[in-house]
């Protein structure tokens, strides 16, 4: 899964709303700017790939507004590498049927490493009929919510002050750790001089323990700002609020 910034604060929201401007500005130019322009070109097989690469802009530019959808398809590609070497070894499925039952249990098998999951304990709990075990997809669906809760529970986080803790709910217990990546720096900007407030990015390692299964966690990275007061708060000019962050 890959690591985003979570940022604080009210100097953090206007950096964020200036990223949001930078994403937006290029999305304006891929969709309108760029395309349209190569479009126009009238270059044969090229408009051609063009229009395909437009017909896909929503899930290309996925990543603007999910910063935690990767940006490139390694992974995707790691995970085949089982397939292509089971294809170069026996010159690939003989039939229609045979080149279904590769992908079909491969798929699983992949499926199942990534989950946590014995692919030889779910064949047998299916084929036996036990059907004891949760679905694959329904461990799927589980640990997206899981990376969701995650997700808000990095946005609420402080690791300046907070460096390590944990949060008990009903069903399962998330517990983290954060190291500093970059910094602490206390040369924020401030009305009067050096702010009052300390800050660096932490690199936050969440992991997540379900209390009815407490043997397979799971483990996940967000990258996070953090912040804590190490000297006193300054009065500023006439007029400034020294309770209220600088702009």
Same mark, same amino acid.
């Given at each position: ?48 790939? &063009?229009?395909?690469? *437009?017909?896909?802009?929503? !899930?290309?530019?996925?990543?603007? $507004?999910?910063? %935690?959808? #990767? ?5 995707a590609e790691l995970a ?83 460096? &390590?803790?944990?949060? *008990?709910?009903?069903?399962? !217990?998330?517990?983290?750790?954060? $190291?500093?990546? %970059?910094? #602490?720096?206390?040369?924020?900007r401030h009305p009067v ?55």
């Amino acid at each position: 899964m890959l690591n985003f910034l979570v940022l604080h604060g009210h100097r953090a929201r206007q950096i964020a709303d200036a990223f949001h401007r930078l994403d937006f500005s290029l999305e304006n130019f891929l969709l309108e700017g760029l395309g349209e322009e190569l479009v126009a070109a009238g270059l044969g097989a090229l408009d051609q790939r &063009i229009a395909k690469t *437009l017909a896909k802009q929503v !899930r290309l530019l996925e990543g603007l $507004d999910q910063p %935690q959808v #990767p940006l490139h398809n390694n992974p995707a590609e790691l995970a085949a590498r089982q397939r292509v070497r089971k294809r170069d070894i026996s010159f690939g499925p003989r039939t229609s049927d045979g080149a279904a039952a590769w992908d079909t249990f491969m798929t699983l098998s992949e499926t199942a490493k990534k989950l946590g999951v014995s692919f030889y304990a779910y064949i047998h709990d299916r084929i036996s009929g036990q059907q004891s075990l949760p679905s694959l997809a329904a461990l799927i669906q589980q640990q997206v919510e899981l990376e969701r809760n995650i997700t808000e529970l990095a946005f609420s986080l402080n690791p300046g002050e907070r460096p &390590i803790g944990e949060l *008990l709910t009903a069903t399962h !217990r998330y517990q983290w750790r954060a $190291d500093a990546t %970059q910094g #602490p720096s206390d040369q924020a900007r401030h009305p009067v001089g050096i702010g009052p407030y300390q800050v660096a990015l932490y690199s936050v390692r969440f992991t997540v323990i379900d209390l009815a299964a407490p043997d397979s966690p799971l483990s996940s990275e967000r990258v996070v700002a953090g912040y804590k007061q190490v000297r006193p708060r300054q009065s500023g000019p006439p007029g400034f609020d020294a309770a209220r962050p600088a702009p």
